[in-house]
């Protein structure tokens, strides 16, 4: 559990619960910031793995099932992604254990 402390108020929730939220907070916070640069910044192929956590085999099988859009320019063996297109290289969930 985790405890957070609202305007004087404490609040009791699932420390994963919590993280989620806070994501989702960060997300939508950054959009809201840099929306507009999104389309204009690349990224290279390994920094956006490395950033995402995520190998780059997950990436191209992403760019090859059309679930991720590339920026490559002919004959160049970079991979470089938009920004806005980075939040696609989420990790897979993982079923939790029972």
Known sequence: ??????????VVMPEDEF???LRNFID?????????LMSIIAVKQKDACQAMGVTDDTARNR???GKLNALQRDG???????????????????????
């Not at 559990?1 to 404490?10: D, R």
């Not at 297109?85 to 939790?96: A, D, F, H, T, Y």
Request: aromatic share 12%; no cysteine; net charge positive.
């Open 76 to 98: 160049s063996r970079l991979v470089y992604y938009e920004l806005r297109e980075v939040g696609g290289l989420k990790p897979r969930s993982r079923r939790k254990k029972i």
């Open 19 to 21: 993280f989620e939220k």
């Open 28 to 36: 939508s916070e950054f959009e809201t910031r840099f929306g507009p």
């Open 63 to 65: 760019v090859a099932n």
């Open 1 to 10: 559990m985790t405890f957070t402390k609202i305007q004087n108020q404490v």
